[in-house]
C-alpha cells in the first residue's frame, strides 16, 4: 500500500519561512510529476507547485520568487521551501505524486498569522 506523509506544516508569521516534506512509501516506483496543491475551505483546490521527472518546475503566479519545489528521487520525497509567506498562503497543503497512478497525501495545515 503507497501512503504519503507530509510533514513541516505549521503557524507562522507573516514574512516567515516553513519547509514542506512529503515522503512516499510502499510499492510506488518511476515516480514521474510530482507536486503541491492547497485548498481552502469553500474553494477548489489550487495548483502550487510541480516538478517533473527531468526536473522542470512549474508555479502558480501566486508563489513565483516565493516558493521552491524540489524533489529527491533515492528517498521518494517532494519539497516546498516557502518564503516571504503572506496570510494569503494559509491553507491545507497537499502533495502529488503521478506514477502508474495517480497518489495524495493527507494534506498537511499552514497558518500565516499577520
Known amino acids: 500500500q503507497v501512503q504519503l506523509v507530509e510533514s513541516g506544516g505549521g503557524l507562522v508569521q507573516a514574512g516567515g519561512s516553513l519547509r514542506l516534506s512529503c515522503a512516499a512509501s510502499g510499492s510506488i516506483y518511476s515516480i514521474g510529476r510530482m507536486g503541491w496543491y492547497r485548498q481552502t475551505p469553500g474553494r477548489q483546490r489550487e495548483l502550487v507547485a510541480t516538478i517533473t521527472g527531468g526536473g522542470s518546475r512549474n508555479y502558480a503566479d501566486s508563489v513565483k520568487g516565493r516558493f521552491t519545489i524540489s524533489r529527491d528521487n533515492a528517498k521518494k520525497t517532494v519539497y516546498l521551501q516557502m518564503n516571504s509567506l503572506k496570510p494569503e498562503d494559509t491553507a491545507v497543503y497537499y502533495c502529488?505524486?503521478?506514477?502508474?497512478?495517480?497518489?495524495w497525501g493527507q494534506g498537511i495545515q499552514v497558518t500565516v498569522s499577520s
Open positions: 502529488n505524486m503521478v506514477a502508474w497512478r495517480e497518489y
